[in-house]
Nanobody
Framework: VQLQASGGGLAQAGGSLRLSCATS????????IAWFRQAPGKEREGVSC????????TYADSVKGRFTISRDNAENTVSLQMNSLKPEDTGRYYC?????WGQGTLVTVSS
């Protein structure tokens, strides 16, 4: 099983980035998929989660109204659209399916 996160980079405050997580080795349509992030010196925290069919979505309070999670089961990908970025969104973002974690993609937001 492999999860490959991409799309991170440097953005200015107020800007946008779109993260993607490509999966292989399993059938992602059977699983909920979540995004987590870990800021420097802080614990990893959940950002958003989407159920297998996409019918239920949750967001951390800190990103509600700014981030949007979506999935394309036909393409085996899940995306995280991040708008109105803030410096506190800086961190490494990971996708997770069950016990499996991607390697993460780094997001840096400058003020």
């Amino acid at each position: 099983v492999q999860l490959q996160a991409s799309g991170g980079g440097l953005a200015q405050a107020g800007g946008s980035l779109r993260l993607s997580c490509a999966t292989s080795g399993l059938t992602p349509s059977l699983y909920a998929i979540a995004w987590f992030r870990q800021a420097p010196g802080k614990e990893r925290e959940g950002v958003s989660c989407i159920t297998s069919g996409g019918g239920s979505i949750t967001y951390a309070d800190s990103v509600k109204g700014r981030f949007t999670i979506s999935r394309d089961n036909a393409e085996n990908t899940v995306s995280l659209q991040m708008n109105s970025l803030k410096p506190e969104d800086t961190g490494r973002y990971y996708c997770r399916i069950g016990q499996y974690w991607g390697q993460g993609t780094l997001v840096t937001v400058s003020s």
